[in-house]
């Protein structure tokens, strides 16, 4: 039973340009959402978080965005660079326990 | 600054063998979490502690088990390896949901 769903394998947009990367959930007891970024054989890194009581969250170029009536977030790299090739997991809390989503796999092209 | 740390980074198991996967967070964090993340999925949480002496059941904790006897050890054991265990394990240690969590580099266990 996936409770957080990253439904994009893979994303590729052009250097310079805005990525936007989506994650749906389906508990509606959620209290935090993440975001983290994943190189190869290495662990996440966390990247930005958002409460549930809030609609968004910006840190330098990254903005996460979160829409509880549709039970759907978003993270927006503007404007996205080369070193932003990466696994992006979105992730979500309750009770202490984290919930991850499958990734989603950016490539930005320069 | 270390953060966590865990070892081994790779190792081969032969079916019904045992190992303990090790972690340390040199941080003085509470909160500890086990992951194994297998090809293609998400991070499924084994076990979690939220401070010395407690510990508690993930999302899959069946075939394995932990201790937390000190705030920075946080180790995994494996009693009778089987091949449905080959996967990535990840350790983090952290303090509150909305500062993120410090994940270690992984250990990557293969099960024959």
């Known amino acids: 039973d996936q409770q957080v769903k990253q439904n994009s394998p893979s994303l590729s947009v052009q250097e310079g340009r805005i990525s936007i990367l989506n994650c749906d959930y389906t508990n509606s007891m959620f209290d935090y959402f993440l975001w983290y970024k994943k190189y190869p054989a290495e662990g996440p890194t966390f990247l930005i978080s958002?409460?549930?009581?809030?609609d968004k969250n910006e840190d330098g170029r990254f903005t996460v965005f979160l829409n509880k009536s549709a039970k759907h977030l978003s993270l927006h790299i503007v404007p996205s660079q080369p070193g932003d090739s990466a696994v992006y997991f979105c992730a979500a809390e309750t009770g202490n326990q984290f919930y991850f989503g499958t990734g989603t796999s950016l490539t930005v092209i320069p | 600054n270390a953060g966590v740390t865990q070892t081994p980074k790779f190792r081969i198991l032969k079916i019904g063998q045992s190992m303990t996967l090790q972690c340390t967070q040199d941080?003085?964090?509470?909160?500890m979490y086990w992951y194994r993340q297998d090809p293609g999925m998400g991070l499924k949480l084994i076990y979690y502690s939220v401070g010395a002496g407690i510990t508690d059941k993930g999302e899959v904790p069946n075939g394995y088990n932990v201790s937390r006897s000190t705030t920075e050890d946080f180790p995994l054991r494996l009693e009778l390896a089987a091949p449905s265990q080959t996967s990535v394990y990840f350790c983090a240690s952290g303090e509150a949901a909305n500062y993120g969590y410090t994940f270690g580099s992984g250990t990557r266990l293969t099960v024959v």
């Open positions: 958002i409460s549930s009581i809030k």
């Open positions: 941080m003085n964090h509470n909160y």
